[in-house]
């Protein structure tokens, strides 16, 4: 799904996608990156489906 999302730095719009992180290949960030969320943990729950934000010109960055 395009989107577009504000960047705070210079109060720009810039284009952003939401996108299932399975069709990506990306590695997620951790808690051992400094995220406060798991995404390995909680993306391997029966069920569950996860989704990423990305910026179209830096699409390998969550």
Known sequence: MKIK????????????????????KINLPSIVDGWRFNFKKHAKEVGFKTYILVCEDTPTIV
């Open 5 to 24: 999302i504000l960047r705070v730095e210079d109060n720009l719009p810039i284009d952003a996608a939401i996108v299932y992180s399975k069709n990506v």
